[in-house]
T-cell receptor, first 114, second 113 residues
Framework: NAGVTQTPKFQVLKTGQSMTLQCAQD?????MYWYRQDPGMGLRLIYY???????DKGEVPNGYNVSRLNKREFSLRLESAAPSQTSVYFC?????????????FGEGSRLTVL | KNQVEQSPQSLIILEGKNCTLQ??????????LRWYKQDTGRGPVSLTI?????NTKSNGRYTATLDADTKQSSLHITASQLSDSASYIC????????????FGRGTSLIVHP
């Protein structure tokens, strides 16, 4: 059982380049989330999808877009990367929504923007 | 605004010693509180969940407590091991249909031999 799988694990971009982080879960969860984690800041929510077909902004959505491709997959896109987006990105999923269900996290994607 | 505060920010202890991590929250209406463990370079993993009616819950050497009146929780680690070195994150969820739990910034624990 793979759980939550993120790709790529590492990426280096130049300022202005674009890229997409992929996330897939095999637990049949309804809700999916994208977080970023920076030193001293903890995990901050970028976007979430409460169910297939819906997406909503979190705490720090500027500079990002998301797509809930189907129930399994939730991608995060950086259209024009900036150094401030250097971070570790985590995808998570939950069966019953974050208010009741446990969040299952991927292993993270480490992004550096030069 | 819902908030979760954790203390201390970091903690260094010797192997075999006990320690207690604190979490204060202002999330309302309260649904549940989870403690997550995040090993270096890995994603967080849930250790325990506390609901309104629960005061204490144990998971091996980890014991979580909840005081819903004062809105405080603690995570006690007994007989620490090197593998306990990690970040411990307190996450509080509100009831009423919210899909967004509130995260604390975590306590970084280092266990030295």
């Amino acid at each position: 059982n793979a759980g939550v799988t993120q790709t790529p694990k590492f990426q280096v971009l130049k300022t202005g380049q674009s890229m997409t982080l992929q996330c897939a879960q095999d637990m049949n969860h309804n809700s999916m989330y994208w977080y970023r984690q920076d030193p001293g800041m903890g995990l901050r929510l970028i976007y979430y999808s409460a169910s297939e077909g819906t997406t909503d902004k979190g705490e720090v959505p500027n500079g990002y877009n998301v797509s809930r491709l189907n129930k399994r997959e939730f991608s995060l896109r950086l259209e024009s990367a900036a150094p401030s987006q250097t971070s570790v990105y985590f995808c998570a999923s939950s069966s019953a929504g974050g208010n009741t269900g446990e969040l299952f996290f991927g292993e993270g994607s480490r992004l550096t923007v030069l | 605004k819902n908030q979760v505060e954790q203390s201390p920010q970091s903690l260094i202890i010797l192997e075999g010693k006990n320690c207690t991590l604190q979490c204060n929250y202002t999330v309302s209406p309260f649904s549940n509180l989870r403690w997550y463990k995040q090993d270096t370079g890995r994603g967080p993993v849930s250790l325990t969940i506390m609901t309104f009616s629960e005061n204490t819950k144990s998971n091996g050497r980890y014991t979580a407590t909840l005081d819903a009146d004062t809105k405080q929780s603690s995570l006690h680690i007994t007989a620490s091991q090197l593998s306990d070195s990690a970040s411990y994150i307190c996450v509080v969820s509100a009831s009423g249909g919210s899909y967004i739990p509130t995260f604390g910034r975590g306590t970084s624990l280092i266990v030295h031999p």
